[in-house]
């Protein structure tokens, strides 16, 4: 809502007139009981907030929210699915992100611990540029982790094809193969004649 207003140019004397001209069904209806409670010319934008917060996002779920925002890790995520789970979750706590390198720094503090020690000693500022960072060093160590795979791979592969080799004799032919030659000259039906 803040966001429409600023790029609506909309004054604080304003938000107020402005946010409940959207309200519909309940929220019009409490709006309405509100006003007459409250008496309309006293209620500022500011209050209007918090007493919308207090009837549709009352105390507890807000602490609820602060401690899973406070809690939220990256784990098994990968940087883009952390960015935008992070992005909805710091939206309704504001106050641990009203200023750029807090923001920032809120966001590196879920990180992955391997992630976390490579970007710490940069002291980045603003959120764009760390979310940029990390995907960065999040995507150089998965193309390093496809290659080392890929030449681990390679190296069993040639093991195995050496192990296979192994058993060729000194003109590289099988040792299968000189088995059945050497079949033809064994002794058939117990006959035990020399051949040579």
Known sequence: MEKAFELAEVKNEKKMKY?????KDEGRYWWESTKVLQEEETISSQNFMEFFLEKYLPS???DQLEMRFL???QENMMMAEYEVKFSDLERFMPEYVNTEAKKAKRFQQGLKPWIQ???AFLEIRTFAYVVQITIIVEGEREATKRKYEGKKK????????QGRSKFKGKFGKNVSNARQKFQKFKPENGNQKNRF
Do not use: G, M, R, W
């Open 154 to 161: 390679k190296f069993e592969d040639s093991e195995s094809e």
């Open 117 to 119: 020690s490579q970007v």
């Open 60 to 62: 507890y779920i807000q």
């Open 19 to 23: 946010a409940s001209y959207y309200l």
């Open 71 to 73: 809690d939220f890790k």
